[in-house]
C-alpha cells in the first residue's frame, strides 16, 4: 500500500501544468532575462476567476432541491474552518516566531484566507485526472476568502485598543515610541525617504499587481500612506466583499447560474474559450507565478528561520485537517462528496491568500509589512502547494476515504 501511495504520488508531481510551474520558478534563480507582461497575468487571471465561476454557477444550478440543506451547513463548515484557522495560526505563529504583532496578525489573516490561484491548479490536476468534484465548489472558495480578512482586522483592532504605536510596534517590542503622532511619522518619513517606506511602497505595489489594480486606480491615501488612520467601516467592508478577484468570481457564478436557468451551457456545449482553453491558460498562468513565487523568497530573509517553517508546516496541518473535517461532516450529515471535493476543501483549507487580505492590508493596516506576508504565502506556501500539496492531499484524501468509508 506505501508503495502505490509512493507511485502515485510522483507520478502525480510531474503533471504537465506543474512543470509550467517549476519553468518558472529557475527563471529569475537561472537569472534569465525574461519578464511575463503584466496585461498578460492580468488577463489570464481575469480568464481562470470568471471561468471557474462559470462552470461552478452553471453546475450548482443542477443541484438538486434535497440537497440544498446539506451544502448550505457545509458553506457555513467552510466559513467557520477558515475563520479557526486564522486564529490557530496567529498561535502558531507566536510560538514559532519572533516577528512583531503586528506581522504576526497580517500573516494569521493571509493563512484564514484561501488562493484562487491553488484552486485553479487543483482544477486542473483534477480535470487531467478524470476526478469529480462537486459543483458548489467555486462558491466555497469565495466564501472561504472572507475569514482571513475578518481575523486579521480582528487580530489588529485588538493590537490598537492595546496601545500599539503609529508604526506599529507594541510596548515590549523594539522601536516603540507612543509620543510619536502619525502625522509626525508620516511627515519624517517622507522627509527622509526611507528605506522602510521604500520597501513597504514597494510591497504595496506588489500587492496592487496581484490584486489586479494599477496604482493610478487606488486612492493616493491608500496606494503611499504607511501610517494612515483605519478607514470607514463602508470603504473596508466594500474592499472585503467587492475586491476585483471576489467580484469576477462571483460574477462569473451568477452568469453560470442564470444561463444554465435559461438553458444555455458552455460545459456541455464544449465552449472553445472557457472550457477547452482552461489548461493551456493555467500552464501559463503558474509559468507567471513561479517567476513570482520564486522572486519572493528573498523576503524571507529578514523574516527568520521560524516564518520558514510556519510556510511549510502550515499547508500540511491546515489541509490534513480540511480533510478530516469534511469527512466528519459527510459522516454525521450523510452528505455525499465527490473525490475531488475532499481535495479542493484541503486546497481552501490549506492554502493563503495573495489578493483578498493584501487588498485589505493595504487599506486597513498600514503599519504592517506587505512583503513579509506574500513571501510566506507565494514564495513558500503557493509553491508548496502547487508542487507537493496537491498530489499529496490527493492520495491523502483517497487513503482517508479507503480506511474510513462513509457509509
Known sequence: MLYEFWHNFTHNLFKPLLLFFYMGFLIPLLKIQFEFPYVLYQGLTLYLLLAIGWRGGEELATVDSSSIGGVLGFIVLGFATNLIIGFVAYWLLTRMTKMRRIDRATVAGYYGSDSAGTFATCLGVLATLDIAFDAYMPVMLAV????????????????????????????????????????????????????????????????????????????????????????????????????????????????????????????????????????????????????????????????????????????????????????????????????????????????????????VQRMAIPEASPTVPLAASLGLTFSYNVTIGIPLYLQIAKAVNLWLPVS
Do not use: W
Open 144 to 359: 472561504m476568502e472572507i475569514p482571513g480578512c475578518i481575523v486579521a482586522l480582528a487580530l489588529v483592532s485588538r493590537l490598537r485598543a492595546r496601545g500599539m504605536d503609529a508604526q506599529g510596534n507594541m510596548a515590549d517590542e523594539p522601536g516603540y515610541n507612543k509620543k510619536v503622532s502619525r502625522q509626525l511619522v508620516a511627515a519624517t518619513t517622507q522627509a527622509n525617504g526611507s528605506h522602510t517606506s521604500t520597501r513597504h511602497n514597494k510591497g504595496i505595489q506588489d500587492e496592487i499587481d496581484l490584486a489586479l489594480e494599477r496604482q493610478e486606480h487606488v486612492r493616493p491615501s491608500a496606494a503611499t500612506s504607511t501610517t494612515s488612520s483605519a478607514p470607514p467601516s463602508g470603504a473596508l467592508l466594500r474592499e472585503v466583499l467587492l475586491n476585483p478577484g471576489l467580484y469576477l468570481l462571483f460574477g462569473g457564478i451568477l452568469i453560470g447560474f442564470v444561463g444554465r436557468l435559461q438553458g444555455a451551457s458552455v460545459i456541455e456545449d464544449g465552449d472553445h474559450v472557457f472550457v477547452t482553453a482552461f489548461q493551456g491558460m493555467l500552464c501559463l498562468f503558474l509559468l507567471e507565478m513561479g517567476m513570482t513565487a520564486s522572486r519572493k523568497l528573498k523576503d524571507l530573509r529578514s523574516a527568520g528561520r521560524g516564518l520558514i517553517a510556519f510556510g511549510l508546516l502550515a499547508p500540511n496541518l491546515f489541509a490534513v485537517a480540511g480533510i478530516f473535517i469534511i469527512h466528519t461532516y459527510s459522516q454525521i450529515t450523510g452528505t455525499h462528496f465527490e473525490p475531488g471535493s475532499y481535495v479542493l476543501f484541503a486546497v481552501l483549507c490549506g492554502a493563503a491568500s495573495y489578493i483578498a487580505v493584501p487588498a
